[in-house]
């Protein structure tokens, strides 16, 4: 063979070995890294629901975990095989529980993903539908104590959007609370305290309607068909199985309130209380509200107003603020 011809073969296959083999940047290190990572995903997000099931008072099952993680009940064996070979999962028939351990792993899941949805609900400009599946996918690419610092920098938040409790960092969350919307009966008044983000369709449509976590809802009838309830003032009517969706705590109620006043219609020189701020309101605007101390509970006052009337001057814990009205119309208050 030409000497040539041999060294240029000799010299392609040293080639073809390094890109294969190479420890950091080789084919085979890349194909480990994502079967590794794949692997994580599989079980990060059945310990996940998992825990959902029993936070939700069930048992998890192989099936269950099947549908939530659109794979085959096979696979879905074979991972929970996995799982309790790692002591993190424990299984009586068809039913599946988490060990100590394995609560404790799924919990902090818990807290990446709430604590991500939170932070996409209030520092970007994604839609509301787009929140659980983006957390979804971060929450498999950061470390528990990465989290942790993004918990801190937006105020280690108490609850995500949804209205579900955030873990705390040491792995405490409150009891469930609430009831199906479906649960009041007519003339009986409740506020919402979750909506449920899945199917996307469903949670899409009561977002359209303006319902979020912290409102009051009247129930005006529930038939086979529809139900009809007015929020914030305004009729609403969904159908049963999307109403379902809504989770509530009754509140005792002699009759409808008035539709809530927002910021802008407090006159100069009143006080009142913010009581929340609307779900339209996101990404950096809602973040420099709540940078004022404007979230629920706090007192607030008009005190200025420019010539032109926008922006005013609201007094907010001891200091003077200028509010636009079109950020105004986003904050709801109660009238002292």
Known sequence: MNPLIAFLIGLLIVIFGAFLMHPKMGVLRLWKRIHRN????LIEDALKNTFDAEYNGAYATVQSIAGAMNISVNKAYELISKLEKMGLISSTGEDISLTEDGRNAAIKIVR?????????????????HEWHQEAEYREHN????????????IGNPLFDPHGDPIPTIDGKIIEKQGVPLLSLGKGEVGIVTHIEDEPTEIFAQIIALGIFPGMEIHLIETTKDRVRFTANGEECVLAPIFAHNIAIVKK????????NKTLNQLKTGKEAVVIGISPACRGIQRRRLMDFGIVPGTKIRAELESLSGDPRGYFVRGTTVAIRNLQAENIYIEAN
Not at 142 to 153: G, K, P
Not at 252 to 259: C, E, G, M, P, T
Request: without cysteine; charged residues 40%.
């Open 142 to 153: 950061i470390s528990y104590e990465e989290a942790n610092r993004l918990a801190s920098q």
């Open 38 to 41: 794949s692997e994580r995903v």
């Open 112 to 128: 990446i993903h709430r604590i991500w949805e939170r932070y996409l609900a209030d520092e970007t400009s994604l839609k509301e």
């Open 252 to 259: 005792s109620a002699a009759r409808l309130k008035k539709k």
